[in-house]
């Protein structure tokens, strides 16, 4: 009966290191695979940005791949936004001023989020108000939603009593700062000043 008691003791023994190692593996490897996601998603990989084909505010067609070389400011929002869009294009024009000749280092583009109001006339015109270099984009519907879906912006038709065109966007209103690589570096927030904006610039040319 003791042998038997000693035996059973055994067993459990050898399976609770078993178990005991097991588990200290996995919780190892769930360590690793968090740091692993904090930091991808810390550095900004392939989380925002990617190819886009759009059209330009001449008709002209355009991709992500024209502005490697240079670092792009990018700013989705629509002409017939009454308030936040047109601000966060003088934040960037403003910034863009403080950097002085460094400024022809830096391509700002606006993306349209309302591609069927904001034809390259429409938002030519609205662009010709802010810094000189800045160059529009529209197209398609779809051509518009993949540009969207690769720096993950949302973007959708606030409800209108009167219908028609009479129509706001909702939209993310963040300005992005895309590498030479057109790779993801930062981020500007609505409440980013024009100097605080340049400085960040200024730290990657």
């Not at 055994?10 to 996995?26: E, P």
């Not at 002209?60 to 502005?67: H, M």
């Not at 869009?85 to 024009?93: F, I, K, R, V």
């Amino acid at each position: 009966m003791v042998g038997s008691n000693r035996r059973l003791m055994r067993v459990f023994w050898v399976v609770g290191i078993v178990v005991a190692g097991v588990l200290v593996g996995l919780g190892v490897r769930l360590y690793r695979e968090g740091a692993d996601s904090l930091n991808f998603i810390a550095s900004g990989s392939a989380l925002v940005g990617g190819p886009f084909t759009l059209v330009d505010q001449d008709g002209k067609p355009r991709t992500d791949a024209e502005f490697r070389g240079s670092l792009m400011l990018v700013y989705f929002g629509y002409t017939y936004c009454p308030d936040v869009c047109p601000t966060e294009l003088q934040t960037m024009s403003d910034a863009l001023d403080a950097l002085g000749d460094k400024a022809a280092k830096v391509q700002p583009i606006f993306i349209t989020v309302d591609p069927e109001r904001d034809t390259p006339p429409v938002v030519k015109d609205y662009v010709s108000h802010f810094h000189p270099r800045f160059i529009a984009l529209t197209g398609t519907p779809s051509q518009v939603d993949a540009a969207e879906k690769a720096y993950r912006v949302y973007a959708a038709k606030a409800p209108s009593k009167s219908g028609g065109n009479d129509y706001l966007m909702d939209h993310t209103g963040l300005v992005y700062l895309m590498g030479r690589n057109g790779k993801y570096l930062t981020s500007f927030t609505p409440q980013t000043t024009p100097q605080q904006m340049a400085q960040a610039i200024a730290q990657r040319l």
